[in-house]
């Protein structure tokens, strides 16, 4: 099993900068991919980004050159740098781990608001 807590979420406007942090507990060993999806009010959740173990990154199209994931192996931490914000980024972020032998979990959700 692998616990999540999100932090890093809140209000800033438009043009500003935020950073999510999710730490993983429990048996990180396992984890092969830790990702952010998101979901705004009336919409389906969608997916972010991705890091795999091997470092590998990818982002949906809207967030290129924006948004950074990174993880923090040591940490068990990934993080998501997100700048020139958006009041389309406006939505719940939640944290998101593939594991080999335990299948997926999710964190709780972050808010983030981006306003005019």
């Known amino acids: 099993q692998v616990q999540l807590v999100e932090s890093g979420g809140g209000l800033v406007q438009a043009g500003g900068s935020l950073r999510l942090s999710c730490a993983a507990s429990g048996s990180t060993a396992s984890i092969n991919a830790m990702a952010w999806y998101r979901q705004a009010p009336g919409k389906q959740r969608e997916f972010v980004a991705q890091i795999t173990s091997a470092e590998n990154t990818h982002y949906t199209d809207s967030v290129k050159g924006r948004f950074t994931i990174s993880g923090d192996n040591a940490k068990n931490t990934v993080y998501l740098q997100m700048n020139s914000l958006k009041p389309e980024d406006t939505a719940v972020y939640y944290c998101?781990?593939?594991?080999?032998?335990?299948?997926?979990?999710w964190g709780q959700g972050t808010q983030v608001t981006v306003s005019l």
């Open positions: 998101y781990v593939s594991t080999t032998w335990w299948g997926d979990f």
